[in-house]
Nanobody
Framework: QVQLVESGGGLVQAGGSLRLSCEAS????????MGWFRQAPGKEREFVAA????????EYADSVKGRFTISRDNAKNTVYLQMNSLKPEDTAVYSC???????????????????WGQGTQVTVSS
């Protein structure tokens, strides 16, 4: 069992930046591909970014490409999401997730992820 705890959310003005962190418990973090998802009020949870277990491959939703950067530090059991040039439409609860099935490539769908954090609120004011 893996526990994921996000931090770093908050209120920021449009154009600002935030860095989200997601720390995992246990000794198996480096084996998991990791993803970030978000869910705005009244909307479905959507894919934001993902990174493979070694950190050499990343994928992003079109809506965040060029603005968000996902990274990881396996020594610290932590995955990060650096969010720059934030827009009001980025407002959502952001959750990290771990894919425990040792896939060769990162996944874009919620169904592929085994473990989820509780989420952290990001609010971008206009």
């Amino acid at each position: 069992q893996v526990q994921l705890v996000e931090s770093g959310g908050g209120l920021v003005q449009a154009g600002g930046s935030l860095r989200l962190s997601c720390e995992a418990s246990g000794h198996t973090f480096s084996r998991y591909n990791m993803g970030w998802f978000r869910q705005a009020p009244g909307k479905e949870r959507e894919f934001v970014a993902a990174i493979n277990r070694g950190g050499s491959s990343t994928e992003y939703a079109d809506s965040v490409k060029g603005r968000f950067t996902i990274s990881r530090d396996n020594a610290k059991n932590t995955v990060y999401l650096q969010m720059n040039s934030l827009k009001p439409e980025d407002t959502a609860v952001y959750s990290c997730a771990a894919d425990s099935l040792l896939r060769a490539r990162v996944a874009f769908t919620t169904f592929a992820y085994t473990y989820w954090g509780q989420g952290t609120q990001v609010t971008v004011s206009s």
